[in-house]
């Protein structure tokens, strides 16, 4: 079974410009979250989304948004970028919820610059 | 406000020995505690997971020590292997709301020495 991916694997972009980032969760999978990982750091909490509602949200600008399709792919959009946002931009799945019993899965992850 | 101290920042062990790697936190309200490895190019992998009720949870040669009233949880890996270099997180979740958004620690380079 394929597991959570993610694409594209690495993207290169200017500041002030915007991107979108795709994630596909394990076939089952209603609940996908996004996380920022910069270099040296651990993977900082962005979006919840299960069953195409928003669930939680981290401490980010409102410069990112996300959504979540009905076959429970998500996007992950980040405008006007700034060079600070250069990390690894990870999506997760679940099954449900985590603290009930429920495994979190990571994808590889997307590399992004802004140059 | 970082709500997850993670130590030490980096470790090394000699193949077979014990690895221990610490975690605090702050929120009271966390409510369930894993453990992530990360190999270079992959997203974290859970290891092991534990909630505040059990003081112990074993796994393998995964253990994970808990805390409550000192607020720190750590991760022990036993008979160590060069296969676990790798970097380990420790994360917290529980802070209400109905998400399950982790917060993580910084991270422990871990490096077995054959």
């Known amino acids: 079974d394929a597991g959570v991916t993610q694409s594209p694997t690495h993207l290169i972009k200017t500041r002030g410009q915007h991107v979108t980032l795709r994630c596909s969760p394990i076939?089952?999978?209603?609940?996908v979250s996004w996380y920022q990982q910069v270099l040296g750091q651990g993977p900082q909490f962005i979006f919840q989304?299960?069953?195409?509602?928003?669930?939680g949200r981290g401490n980010f600008p409102d410069r990112f948004s996300a959504r979540q399709f009905p076959n429970y792919s998500s996007e992950l959009n980040v405008n006007a970028l700034l060079l600070g946002d250069s990390a690894l931009y990870l999506c997760?799945?679940?099954?449900?919820?985590?603290?009930?019993?429920?495994?979190?899965?990571f994808g590889s992850g997307t590399q992004l610059s802004v140059l | 406000q970082q709500q997850v101290k993670q130590s030490p920042q980096s470790l090394i062990v000699q193949k077979g020995g014990i690895s221990i790697i610490n975690c605090a936190y702050e929120n009271t309200a966390f409510d369930y505690f894993p453990w992530y490895q990360q190999f270079p190019g992959k997203g974290p992998a859970l290891l092991i997971a534990i909630r505040p009720d059990v003081s112990e949870k074993k796994e393998g040669r995964f253990t994970i020590s808990f805390n409550k009233s000192a607020k720190q949880f750590s991760l022990h890996i036993m008979d160590s292997q060069p296969g676990d270099s790798a970097t380990y997180f420790c994360?917290?979740?529980?802070?209400?709301?109905?998400?399950?958004?982790?917060?993580f620690g910084k991270g422990t380079h871990l490096i077995i020495q054959p």
């Open positions: 989304y299960y069953e195409k509602e928003e669930r």
């Open positions: 076939s089952g999978h209603k609940s």
């Open positions: 994360a917290a979740s529980g802070s209400g709301g109905g998400a399950d958004g982790l917060t």
């Open positions: 997760a799945s679940s099954s449900g919820s985590i603290r009930l019993g429920e495994k979190l899965f």
